[in-house]
């Protein structure tokens, strides 16, 4: 009965915005840590970016720090996702997910929603 689901994703220039958006449902979404993942062809699944539940700090991986930006609307049961100055290598499947840890050992998974960066 929980159920995240992504939107927001598309081919987008080097360069160029996207935003993200995740909408969850079945749990106690303000006690949940909402995570960030990434999956490139031929890729390990990686983690991008999360926000706690306890204190709302947010957490980025290395090679997106200052591009993009996470948030979350609690009344809303949403996390998004800012994407700026998006290059190739960002092109993958991003995920987002609701777990009780920052990096790993999340409990729930959204279906995931394709982005392209083209050069």
């Known amino acids: 009965q929980v159920t995240l689901v992504e939107s927001g994703g598309g081919l987008v220039q080097a360069g160029g915005s996207l935003r993200l958006s995740c909408v969850a449902s079945?749990?106690?979404?303000?006690?949940?840590?909402m995570g960030w993942f990434r999956q490139a062809p031929g890729k390990e699944r990686e983690f991008v970016a999360a926000?706690?539940?306890?204190?709302?700090?947010?957490y980025y991986a290395d090679s997106v720090k200052g591009r993009f930006t996470a948030s979350r609307d609690n009344a809303k049961n949403s996390v998004y996702l800012q994407m700026n100055s998006l290059k190739p290598e960002d092109t993958a499947v991003y995920y987002c997910a609701a777990g009780r840890n920052i990096y790993n050992n999340y409990d729930y998974w959204g279906q995931g929603t394709q982005v392209t960066v083209s050069s």
């Open positions: 079945g749990l106690a979404f303000g006690r949940y840590t």
């Open positions: 926000i706690t539940w306890w204190d709302g700090v947010k």
